[in-house]
């Protein structure tokens, strides 16, 4: 009986945990920042539990808003997508550490044109 019960909890602890939960776990939740180059203002973006990236950029330069949408993997790395449809990519890593939570990135938007394009920094909220 032991050895059935020790069987059966080493099966539902494979079956139940999922490394790609445990570790976009600590990514769930809102991010935002500055970026800079061509044009210049504020971001944010929220990270959902499967790894879905929604968010806006705020240019300072024109007043206008784009939104951002796309995938947060496991590993951190940011691919997300300006506009709908795509405009221009937000693209970059975020990195979830001990008491240092933050994110980098470049980032590039062709409407209006001309392309604009820099790079982009901020921290988890």
Known sequence: MKKLFLLLLTAFLF?????????????????????????????????????KVTGTMHSDDTN???NIS???????????????PSDGEFTGTLTVEEDDEKGSGTWRNSVPTPDRSGSWTGVKE
């Open 70 to 84: 796309g995938h947060l993997d496991t590993s951190g790395s940011l691919n997300a997508v300006i506009g709908l």
């Open 15 to 51: 079956i139940g945990c999922s490394s790609e939960d445990e570790n976009i776990y600590d990514y769930i939740g809102t991010w935002s920042g500055k970026y800079e180059g061509s044009e210049k203002g504020t971001w944010y973006i929220v990270v959902a539990s499967d790894g």
């Open 64 to 66: 206008e808003n784009y």
